[in-house]
């Protein structure tokens, strides 16, 4: 099962207007990532933030992380019709019994911003 | 400043055919990841090298599927016979080093098989 899910699956806001996705996940981690994905691209790496941090921040980008709760979410403030793409959360997570840890992606929210 | 490469970016074949999927990635980096991306399933990691060397390979869907990766600087993903269901994305990304370190992608291959 995936260890970080996406809520909402898709968003649709208007440019200017503040967008929050958040994720949540099953175990206990180390580290979680958010990556960005535009259409018919790779994902590129947004941010991470460790499992004893609760806030980051990177310009526009509001990250937090409430790992009593195993969520975090994320802000884009000011959005642009450019952040229109797929936003996905990675946690870092080993399979039970194992020894070797990966990072596993929740299936994102598709944010749409309109100019 | 080269980020990871794939070729081909786009691949039509037909069932049974064989398909080869290459990499190279971010000269430095020591880790090396091959993912599959469909609507239904998402991304989902199908094998990792760490220096060369395949570290999990629990993600590989079955025995068609193989992977090398013969120097620091390139690697393939191999498909034979090739399948419907095998139609998806293919993303290399590869780390600095490990598993849950930033991962950078490639532009990814489409594969069609017919």
């Known amino acids: 099962s995936q260890q970080g899910e996406e809520d909402p699956q898709a968003l649709s806001i208007q440019e200017g207007e503040n967008a929050t996705m958040n994720c949540s996940y099953k175990t206990s981690i180390n580290n979680l990532q958010w990556y960005r994905q535009n259409s018919g691209r790779g994902l590129v790496h947004l941010i991470l933030i460790r499992s004893n941090e609760r806030e980051k921040h990177s310009g526009r980008l509001r990250v937090t992380l409430d790992t009593s709760k195993k969520s975090s979410s994320l802000l884009i403030t000011a959005s642009r019709a450019a952040d229109t793409a797929s936003y996905f959360c990675?946690?870092?997570?080993?399979?039970?019994?194992?020894?070797?840890?990966?990072?596993?992606f929740g299936k994102g929210t598709l944010l749409t911003v309109n100019p | 400043d080269a980020g990871v490469i794939q070729s081909p970016r786009h691949e039509v074949t037909e069932m049974g055919q064989e398909v080869t999927l290459r990499c190279k990635p971010i000269s430095g980096h020591n880790s090396l990841f091959w993912y599959r991306q469909t609507m239904m399933r998402g991304l989902e990691l199908l094998i990792y090298?760490?220096?060369?060397?395949?570290?999990?390979d629990s993600g590989m869907p079955e025995d068609r599927f193989s992977a090398k990766m013969p120097n620091a600087s390139f690697s393939t993903l191999k498909i034979q016979p090739s399948e419907p269901r095998d139609s998806a994305v293919y993303f290399c990304a590869s780390s600095l080093d490990g598993a849950v370190d930033t991962q950078y992608f490639g532009p990814g291959t489409r594969l069609t098989v017919l």
């Open positions: 090298f760490n220096n060369n060397v395949p570290i999990d």
């Open positions: 990675a946690t870092d997570s080993r399979e039970s019994g194992g020894s070797n840890y990966k990072l596993t």
